[in-house]
């Protein structure tokens, strides 16, 4: 775990809490990856914690223009030679960065905005991932239309009352968005706290599924 360096940097302790289990998946799904857009990055938490530990690949931050500064803030206190400062992705409106990635993560993206950018985050992955690419995303998902667990039906009802176009979304409605895009569904891991990390895999002629 690493602490905030000052008090009024942005902080979450959910991020803290999940690093650890999601790092020792990466570890095996990145394995192979040389440069990763994380989108959606928050505090910049992940980034942080990944980078130093997956020295091997590049870790590119982004996220809405708001949330840079305490993205940058945290790659100020501590900086890694394969971490890189944020870029501007609106899932509303921007495009693809111009850039190479082999891999994309996202943690606790889908859950938090609207459905539409759900969509337009898999289309985007789907289109601009080369095949073989990989989508590494994390949250909490319900299973054949149900919650996994009592915390998960209060965290929903928490998150459909701050907005009601948020809210857990459905396994099955995932896999079928990706295929829907090109990408298939290669690992479900359960991960700690009633969350998981569904990995998939842009299909083509470079893809192998496991």
């Known amino acids: 775990m690493i602490a905030p360096p000052t008090p ?16 020792a998946v990466l570890k095996q799904a990145f394995a192979d990856r040389r440069h990763v857009l994380e989108i959606g990055s928050g505090t910049g938490q992940h980034g942080v914690y990944f980078a130093p530990r997956l020295t091997h690949l590049v870790w590119q931050t982004s996220d809405l223009a708001e949330n840079h500064a305490g993205i940058r803030a945290w790659l100020a206190a501590y900086p890694a030679p394969n971490l890189r400062p944020p870029l501007l992705l609106d899932l509303a409106r921007s495009r693809w960065p111009d850039a190479a990635f082999d891999a994309v993560f996202s943690a606790n993206t889908a859950h938090i905005v609207a459905w539409p950018l759900v969509e337009r985050l898999f289309a985007l992955v789907g289109n601009d991932l080369p095949p073989g690419g990989l989508l590494a995303l994390y949250g909490p998902f319900n299973y054949g239309g149900r919650f996994t667990s009592d915390s998960n039906r209060a965290f929903d009802a928490w998150l459909r009352a701050r907005d009601p176009a948020s809210g857990i979304r459905h396994y099955e409605d995932m896999v079928a968005l990706a295929d829907g895009n090109g990408l298939a569904l290669v690992h479900d891991h359960a991960m700690p706290a009633n969350n998981r990390l569904l990995v998939f895999r842009r299909t083509g002629s470079q893809a192998a599924v496991e």
Do not use: G, R
Request: proline share 12%.
């Open 8 to 23: 009024d940097l942005p902080f979450s302790q959910s991020c803290e809490n999940n690093q650890a289990p999601i790092l």
